[in-house]
């Protein structure tokens, strides 16, 4: 794994402009985030996140909190590095975190690979859903539940989504659009969740099954799972959403509430192009 403290020097020079970073490491690696738990801490923590695919620099100096059962819209114009942002917080092995610390209920993740950040209940949904073939709707949401910790026995998630009840003997990849972003949200619950991080799941699917996933997240709202939701459709996002994290060339410019981005025309205009 990429010693995240190793470049640091590099990439604060390089910046020229994180001249406080070493300090809130040494800091944070001493004594970790504040006891997670109190009101007004934040349940994640991204801290100063710097990622690259190879040379590319992408994600560029990242920070911002998630309180314990908010959501979180994060959005941004294509290519301003939310999947990005979402993929270094889940560990994948792309892109590679090299500068800063992601804490999630007083856990390191920064130190994590992909797999441990899972078992630390991080799920991250991605865009292409990575529904499994060949396998029946039930089997994916099996298969999910091979490893511990398991999280929703398969009755609860049938109740939550009777669309998958009625299909669950059916091959996952013949179902709709809409079917199988439901069954990629399902099989993220079907595992221990602690955070939810959700590319674009309304990517491609017909206004009336946008409003059935949209259903379905409100009822994940309600059960009061943080999460982070990526979402090319601004609005439907920020409907949901309590909070609104806007990303520009790797950079955070928007850190607010979500009404406020809804009130606020020229910040949609600027950043979202709505
Ligand atoms: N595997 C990769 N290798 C190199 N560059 C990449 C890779 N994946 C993404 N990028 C680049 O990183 C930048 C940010 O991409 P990212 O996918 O994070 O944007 P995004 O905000 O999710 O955009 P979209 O709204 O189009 O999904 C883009 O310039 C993209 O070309
Ligand atoms: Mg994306």
Not at 43 to 57: K, N
Not at 89 to 116: C, M, N, Q, Y
Not at 121 to 131: A, C, M, S, Y
């Amino acid at each position: 794994m990429t010693d995240v403290t190793e470049t640091k020097t590099v990439t604060d020079t390089e910046n020229g402009q994180r001249v406080t970073g070493g300090n809130r490491d040494n800091q944070s690696q001493t004594q970790g985030p504040k006891a997670p738990g109190r009101e007004g801490d934040a349940f994640l923590q991204v801290r100063d996140i710097h990622a690259y695919y190879g040379e590319s620099y992408i994600v560029q100096g990242v920070t911002f909190d998630v309180r314990e059962s908010e959501i979180v819209a994060l959005l941004g114009r294509n290519g301003a590095g939310k999947t990005s942002t979402l993929r270094t917080i889940a560990r994948t092995d792309t892109p590679a975190l090299k500068h800063g610390e992601i804490w999630l209920h007083g856990v390191p993740l920064h130190r994590k690979r992909s797999f441990e950040a899972a078992q630390e209940g991080v799920q991250l949904v991605p865009e292409d859903r990575r529904i499994i073939q060949g396998l029946t709707v039930e089997e994916n949401l099996m298969l999910a539940q091979v490893e511990e910790p398991k999280g929703w026995e398969l009755e609860k998630i049938y109740h939550h989504f009777p669309r998958l009840a009625e299909r669950r003997k059916q091959d996952a990849v013949t179902m709709s659009g809409g079917e199988q972003q439901m069954l990629a949200v399902a099989r993220a619950l079907a595992r221990e969740i602690k955070l939810l991080l959700l590319d674009e799941p309304y990517e491609g699917l017909a206004p009336t099954i946008v409003q059935e996933i949209e259903r379905i997240l409100e009822g994940v709202k309600e059960l009061g799972i943080t999460t982070i939701i990526v979402e090319q459709n601004a609005i439907a996002a920020l409907h949901l959403a309590d909070r609104a994290l806007i990303l520009d060339m790797g950079e955070i410019v928007f850190d607010g509430t979500a009404q406020e981005v809804l009130d606020n025309d020229d910040l949609r205009h600027e950043y979202l192009a709505i």
